[in-house]
């Protein structure tokens, strides 16, 4: 076969994509801007380990991973706890992430996966229109395609010419911005639930959790604007009221970072490139999980290449990598992308109000890797829904507030139900205008 594809960046998709293109016979080179023995971050990540079968992997070794614990949210007042109720069969894996790339980059060599570490991508190499290659520094290297696996501020989807229709910027309140550090525990408080989660914290647009194991204390902060050290301390500060055993020293981790929480990337593939994981903007809006995302869209792009008899690799031929990501995720994620915009409009009494009414419940924050659309989310019957419902109708504000993300949810789940089988450049850019549009108006509220 011979065709040259390139993976820009050793991520979760980036490698699980490389792996089974290299298996089925192309020639695969990732290029990776850090050192092999530095990728990732210094803690832990959860994720649904059926999607590593899904991308055609092997699961780990079974001494790499520990199941997740059920989570207990608490809303701003901290007067109701609702503890997660994940059943047995969805159960999420935890595993370090420096252990996930190991275990990933071994398969991929398995599979004939060419490596160039520490080799940093700096733009596009464009013919007219079509990519053919990148840039590292002065360096060029060709390739017939080129995966974009680059994460969430890609070097180059946000070169590429604006012909592509590819979108570049994010956009407002589409980042989280997370700080996460393990703290050594201290003294002999236990807490009651070793996972809290809270929403709205202190009022403030913040999510904190607290994650207690036998020796630290994991501590994750996320908000919707870039934040300091002295803001971490001032967080710290209020959860150890309720939480005395997160130590001063820090163990593990004590870095910033960020993650896309959005609508996917409204146009995925140009001519001779294809987004993928978070530079396509693939993780779950409303809690930020990416890798088992990143993982299933690998084999929908695999698939997609194969089927490419003749390697043309345009935008025509990888338009299905798109089509199927939204009909497997892609959909159900911009109905979650609408609710994650609208909460971001609550205030801490109605978030309140929501819990302690019962109108959320545990089985609302049981979210799990069967979690992809907004009705596995709520998961009621008729008579639930009329119920909350009524409950509801009691806040007039709060009501008008529900009925119009009702609506924005509807209408973004249309849209995607509208999105062009095959692709043309003027059914793909009138749909591309309204969908971009839907959310843009969202935001503006
Ligand atoms: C604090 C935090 C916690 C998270 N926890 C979880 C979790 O528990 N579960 C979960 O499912 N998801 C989690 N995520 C999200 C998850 O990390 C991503 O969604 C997932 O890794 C997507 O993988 P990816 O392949 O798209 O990109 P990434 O994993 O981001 O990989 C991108 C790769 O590209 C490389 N790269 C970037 N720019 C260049 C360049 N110019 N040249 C060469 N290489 C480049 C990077 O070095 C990196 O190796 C978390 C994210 C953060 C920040």
Redesign the pocket.
């Known amino acids: 076969m011979g065709k040259t594809i390139l993976v ?7 490698l699980a994509v490389a792996a089974d293109l290299a298996r089925k016979g192309y020639d695969v080179t990732v ?4 050192a092999e023995d530095a ?1 990732g ?1 210094d803690w832990t ?3 649904a380990p059926k999607a590593l079968i899904d991308a055609g992997v092997p699961y780990p070794s079974r001494s790499l991973y520990s199941y997740k614990e059920n989570m207990t949210f608490f809303p701003p007042a901290q007067s109701v706890a609702l503890t997660q109720q994940v059943p047995q069969d969805e159960l999420e894996i935890k595993m370090e992430r420096r252990d996930i790339y190991a275990h990933l980059i071994a398969h991929a060599r398995r599979c004939g996966v060419q490596f160039r570490f520490e ?4 733009a596009p190499l464009l013919l007219g229109s079509r990519v053919c290659g990148v840039y590292a520094g002065d360096e060029k290297f060709y390739a017939d395609l080129v995966i974009d ?3 969430m501020d ?2 180059l989807r946000t070169a590429l010419p604006a012909v592509c229709g590819v979108e570049q910027a994010i956009g407002t309140n589409n980042t989280a911005y ?1 700080y ?1 550090a393990f703290y050594a525990r201290t003294g002999d408080f236990a807490p009651e639930h070793n996972y809290e989660v809270y929403i709205l914290h202190q009022g403030r647009r913040e999510l904190a959790w607290v994650a207690t194991e036998d020796d630290i204390a994991d501590v994750l902060i996320v908000r919707f604007a870039p934040f300091g050290m002295d803001e971490v301390q001032t967080v710290l500060d209020d959860l150890r009221k309720k939480n005395p055993h997160i130590g001063e020293q820090v163990v593990r981790g004590g870095q910033f ?3 896309p929480v959005r609508q996917p990337l409204s146009v995925m593939v140009a001519d001779g490139y294809a987004a ?4 396509a903007f693939m ?1 779950v809006p409303l809690i ?5 995302n ?1 993982l299933k869209a690998s084999h929908i792009l695999s698939r997609t290449v194969t089927d490419d008899k003749d390697c043309a690799f345009t935008a025509e031929t990888l338009w299905k990598y798109q089509v199927g990501y939204f009909r497997l995720l892609g959909a159900g994620y911009a109905e979650m992308a609408c609710l994650k915009n609208a909460l971001l409009t609550m205030e801490p009494a109605e978030i309140d109000f929501l819990f302690e009414r019962g109108i959320l419940t545990e089985k609302q924050v049981t979210i799990t890797a069967n979690t992809t659309n907004l009705q596995s989310m709520l998961k009621m019957t008729m008579k639930e829904l009329v119920d909350r419902a009524k409950k509801v109708c009691t806040d007039k504000i709060l009501l008008t507030k529900i009925l119009r993300i009702a609506s924005q949810i509807a209408s973004a789940s249309a849209l995607c139900a509208m999105m062009p089988r095959t692709w043309s450049p003027q059914s793909v850019r009138k749909w591309t205008v309204s969908y971009n549009a839907a959310f843009a108006k969202q935001q503006r509220g």
């Open positions: 820009a960046g050793a991520g979760h998709g980036g290029l990776e801007q850090k990728l971050y990540d959860i994720f080799t940093q991508i700096t696996a680059c994460g890609s070097p997370v996460r970072a960020k993650i993928l994981g978070d530079s993780t930020g999980s990416g890798i088992a990143a």
